[in-house]
């Protein structure tokens, strides 16, 4: 369990899933961890509302600094919904390890979809968005492992991407931080499938960095686990 979470007295609320309201109490008590940063983040998020039309069905995720928040809260949005079953009836043959990493995973993912949907302003964040597992066996190590591959390194290589779209350098500083804990937890779920296979040459290539993809190469491999279709065109523009 985080030092957050213990000092909050509050346990991050993962379990519920994605379409329930978020809570803006994991916020303030994520945001006890940045506080500086936290409010040049919520003073500087007001000028990048997007008010193009966009079809029925279409999620816009909007333009600018606001347009990557939401971008990075879809996901965290899809990481903590899955998550959220995981832990809520593990796998046949989960070990004690394995519960006690996914759990804190859990825990993670649901403090990072709060922190993101909290930081931006309401008449600009995104709806809660609704998963589709349908092709996840929840009762399987080996279906579940693997996603969660999928979306951890996703995770990753969606951060370093947005990275150059930012514009705020505080911005900047909270998706580092929060790219950092994703690597953690790359690394965590692939030593699972295949111990030492934590940084091998799939995720880390020969200069010893992450990979980055571009926000359309993110949600063209997101997109088939979310049921709204979502659209990027004018994040961070």
């Known amino acids: 369990m985080s030092n957050n979470l213990k000092k909050g007295g509050e346990e991050a609320d993962f379990t519920k899933p994605l379409h329930v309201p978020i809570q803006r109490r994991s916020f303030f008590m994520y945001a006890g961890a940045t506080a500086g940063a936290t409010a040049l983040l919520l003073s500087g998020c007001d000028d990048d509302d997007d008010n193009s039309t966009t079809p029925a069905g279409t999620v816009s995720l909007g333009s600018g600094d606001v ?11 899809l990481e903590a919904a899955f998550y959220a079953q995981v832990v809520a009836n593990f ?9 006690t990493a996914l759990t804190a995973i859990a825990k993670h ?11 931006i302003p309401a008449a600009s964040v995104i709806p809660a968005l609704t998963p589709d597992f349908s092709k996840v066996t929840f009762s399987d ?24 779209l930012i514009k705020s350098d505080d911005y900047l500083l909270l998706a580092g931080k929060i ?12 030593d699972m499938i295949s111990n030492g296979t934590f940084a091998d040459s ?15 190469q993110v949600l063209a491999a997101a997109q088939p686990f979310i049921k709204e279709k979502l659209n990027g065109d004018n994040v961070g523009k």
Not at 109 to 119: M, P, S
Not at 141 to 157: C, I, P, Q, W, Y
């Open 202 to 216: 799939t995720a880390v290539d020969a200069n010893g960095l992450d990979g980055a993809m571009t926000v359309a």
């Open 91 to 99: 796998y046949t043959g989960v070990t004690a390890d394995e519960r």
């Open 179 to 190: 790219v950092s804990v994703e690597a953690r937890h790359a690394a965590a779920i692939r």
């Open 67 to 77: 347009g990557v928040l939401n971008y990075a809260y879809a996901l965290e949005q």
């Open 109 to 119: 993912e649901a403090i990072h979809r709060d922190f993101l949907k909290a930081a």
């Open 141 to 164: 190590r080996t279906s579940v492992l693997s996603t969660a591959k999928t979306f951890e390194d996703l995770g990753v290589a969606a951060y370093n991407g947005a990275g150059s």
